[in-house]
């Protein structure tokens, strides 16, 4: 089991960047691939980034690429994503989620954090 801690979050101008961090307990964070989702308030749940066990395969939503970045460290138990040339439409809590496999899916995710906020102002 893995317990994840979201931070990072804040309120920025469009425009401007910001750095999420999810912090993984637990012994077995490096089994687990690791994603982003991101919810909006009367929206469903949306993926955001995706990323494998070992780090080397990426997936993102269309909306999102070549804006965000997502990245992990397996030592220091970690996963971030990196959000530049950030919109008013990336407004949202953002999850952090780990599960079997990198998937757009939320139901391939068993775990997930409590949600930071990220506001962009236009």
């Known amino acids: 089991q893995v317990q994840l801690v979201e931070s990072g979050g804040g309120l920025v101008q469009a425009g401007g960047s910001l750095r999420l961090s999810c912090a993984a307990s637990?012994?077995?964070?490096?089994?687990?691939?690791m994603g982003w989702f991101r919810q909006a308030p009367g929206k469903e749940r949306e993926f955001v980034a995706a990323?494998?066990?070992?780090?080397?395969?990426?997936k993102y939503a269309d909306s999102v690429k070549g804006r965000f970045t997502i990245s992990r460290d397996n030592a220091q138990k970690t996963v971030y994503l990196q959000m530049d040339s950030l919109k008013p439409e990336d407004t949202a809590v953002y999850y952090c989620?780990?599960?079997?496999?990198?998937?757009?899916?939320?139901?391939?995710?068993?775990?997930w954090g409590q949600g930071t906020q990220v506001t962009v102002s236009s």
């Open positions: 990323v494998d066990r070992s780090g080397s395969n990426t």
């Open positions: 637990g012994r077995t964070f490096s089994i687990y691939a």
């Open positions: 989620a780990a599960g079997p496999l990198s998937t757009y899916a939320v139901p391939n995710y068993d775990y």
